[in-house]
C-alpha cells in the first residue's frame, strides 16, 4: 500500500495536514498519534511514502532515532514551530530523505518540498494557479487560514491577507468599494473556501454522510436567496477549470442545482430581482442561472412541461459552458453574435468546440439523464441551420433543446439589450416571426404566457 503517515502534537494540526493533502497524491493519508503508533505500523505495512512529523510530538526524538539507525530511508518532513527550530536542529539532521519546515510558512513550502522528494516526478503535483473567490465570502469570515491575494494583471497577484491573520472586515469593505468583486487563494488552498462555503451555507447538512442526504436536507431548508446557488456555481466553475473534476465540486454541484430547482419551482425568485443581480454578479455563474430560471417558466407553459424536463434543463444551463475557463470567454461567445467583437482565433476553437467538451466533462459525472447532452450540444445550433458545431436546422432540435434555445438567446438578448417591458416585447416579436415551425413554435407560445404584453414577468 502507498501511504503517506501524518503524526503531529494534536489532533487539529493531523487534521490540517490530511485535509491538505487529501486528493492531491494518489497516496492513503494515514494519522496516528504518536511516533511509537508510526513506527509500528511502519514495520507492518512497509516504508511509507512520505512521513510527516511534528516536533511537539510524543515519541518524536525515537522516530528520528529510529530514522537515523535505517540504511534505506523514505521521505521524512518534520514540522516545528520557528521558535522550536534551535532545539530540532540539534536533534535532526536533514539528508538526500529529509527535510525540515516551519509550521507557520505556507503551506506551498510543504508542496514544495514533497515534490522535490519525490523528484522522481511520478506524482505531479497541481501548478502553482490562484483561484477566484466572490468577495462576498470574506465579509462574513474571521479566519481563513489561508493567503489571499488582490489580482493586479493577469499574472500579478498581492498578498493582502495572511494565513495567520484574522480578515478585517475594514480591509475587505475597502475592496468592495473600489468595485473587486473577487479575491484569490492559491489553488492549494481552495478547498479551504470550498469546505467552508459548504459549512457557511448549509450548517444543518454537515451531519449527512452522503452528498445525495446533503442535498435532501438542503432541499428541506430551501435558501432564500438567489445569491446562494450563484456563489456556489461560481466555486464549482472555479475549482472545475482551476482543479479538475474531484469530489468536492460535484458534491457542490449537486448543491446548486437542488437550491436551484428548489428556488425556481417554489416561485421565490422574482424576475426583477433577478435581472438587477445578472449584471453584478460573475457573467457566468449568473447567466446561467437566469438561463435556468428563464427555461423552466417557458416550460411551464408547454406541454412538455414535468419536474424531470425541469431537471434536464436546469442541469443543461449548469453545465452548458463549464468547459470555458472563465466569464470573459463564456460573455464573448454568448455575446458576440449580438456585438462587433472581434474573437482571436484560439478562443473561436475553443469556442467551436465547447459544446462537445462541457458534455464531455458532464459525462464524468454519475446519474445525469440522458438527454441533457442533447440540450447542451444543441445550445449554439441555430433554428436556420446557421449555427454550430453540426449546423443543424429547427428539424433536429429536440423540444427541451428548443425551450433552451429560446430562453438562451432571450437571456442574452436581455443582458445586452436591457429588461425593460419593451425591449422584452420586441425581442419575442423578432423572435416570433422567425421561429414558425415546430417546436419552436410551441416555445414561442409558451414565451408568449410568460410575459404577457404589458404585464411582468409571471414567476
Ligand atoms: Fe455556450
Ligand atoms: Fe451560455
Request: glycine share 4%.
Amino acid at each position: 500500500m502507498s501511504y503517506t503517515i501524518v503524526v503531529q502534537a494534536s489532533q487539529e494540526l493531523s487534521e490540517y495536514y490530511q485535509f491538505l493533502l487529501q486528493g492531491q497524491y494518489d497516496f492513503a493519508i494515514v494519522v496516528l498519534a504518536d511516533g511509537q503508533k508510526a513506527l509500528d505500523y511502519i514495520k507492518e505495512n512497509g516504508e511509507p511514502h512520505c512521513f510527516i512529523l511534528g516536533s511537539r510530538s510524543k515519541d518524536f526524538l525515537n522516530v528520528l532515532k529510529d530514522y537515523d539507525s535505517k540504511e534505506v530511508r523514505y521521505p521524512l518532513i518534520v514540522t516545528c514551530k520557528k521558535s522550536e527550530e534551535a532545539f530540532v536542529v540539534a536533534k535532526f539532521k536533514t539528508s538526500a530523505l529529509s527535510r525540515l519546515i516551519h509550521e507557520e510558512e505556507s503551506i506551498d513550502v510543504l508542496f514544495d518540498q514533497m515534490q522535490k522528494l519525490f523528484a522522481m516526478g511520478q506524482r505531479k503535483l497541481q501548478a502553482q494557479t490562484y483561484c477566484k473567490v466572490n468577495i462576498d465570502f470574506f465579509k462574513n469570515t474571521e479566519e481563513l487560514f489561508c493567503d489571499v491575494f488582490v489580482r493586479l494583471t493577469d499574472n500579478k497577484y498581492v498578498k493582502i491577507i495572511d494565513r495567520y491573520q484574522p480578515i478585517e472586515p475594514d480591509l475587505i469593505e475597502r475592496y468592495v468599494v473600489r468595485n473587486v468583486r473577487h479575491l484569490f487563494v492559491k489553488a492549494n488552498d481552495f478547498k479551504l473556501i470550498t469546505a467552508q462555503l459548504m459549512k457557511k451555507i448549509s450548517p444543518n447538512t454537515q451531519t449527512c454522510a452522503s452528498p445525495m442526504e446533503r442535498s435532501k436536507a438542503l432541499i428541506t431548508a430551501p435558501p432564500s436567496s438567489i445569491i446562494f446557488p450563484i456563489q456556489l456555481q461560481e466555486t464549482v466553475y472555479e475549482s472545475i477549470n482551476k482543479i479538475g473534476l474531484n469530489e468536492q465540486a460535484v458534491e457542490m454541484a449537486s448543491m446548486a442545482i437542488s437550491s436551484t430547482i428548489e428556488l425556481i419551482e417554489k416561485n421565490q425568485v422574482a424576475f426583477e430581482q433577478l435581472s438587477k443581480y445578472l449584471k453584478k454578479g460573475d457573467y457566468l455563474s449568473s447567466h446561467s442561472f437566469f438561463l435556468s430560471y428563464l427555461s423552466c417558466s417557458i416550460l411551464r407553459e408547454t406541454p412538455w412541461k414535468s419536474p424531470s424536463a425541469s431537471t434536464k434543463l436546469t442541469l443543461a444551463a449548469f453545465f452548458h459552458d463549464i468547459s470555458l475557463e472563465d466569464s470573459d470567454i463564456a460573455k464573448l461567445h454568448d455575446l458576440e453574435k449580438y456585438s462587433s467583437k472581434d474573437i482571436e482565433y484560439s478562443v473561436e476553437q475553443k469556442v467551436k468546440e465547447h459544446t462537445m467538451a462541457s458534455v464531455k466533462l458532464m459525462s464524468k459525472i454519475e446519474g445525469i439523464p440522458n438527454d441533457v447532452d442533447k440540450i447542451i450540444l444543441q445550445h449554439h445550433e441555430d433554428y436556420s441551420g446557421l449555427g454550430y458545431p453540426r449546423g443543424i436546422d429547427y428539424k433536429h432540435f429536440t423540444p427541451l433543446a428548443a425551450v433552451f434555445k429560446v430562453a438562451h438567446e432571450l437571456s442574452n438578448r436581455l443582458y445586452i439589450q436591457g429588461m425593460d417591458q419593451e425591449v422584452i416585447a420586441s425581442v419575442i416579436e423578432e423572435m416570433r416571426q422567425d421561429y414558425k415551425s415546430h417546436p419552436f413554435s410551441i416555445v414561442i407560445q409558451g414565451l408568449d404566457k410568460c410575459f404577457p404584453k404589458n404585464q411582468k414577468m409571471v414567476g
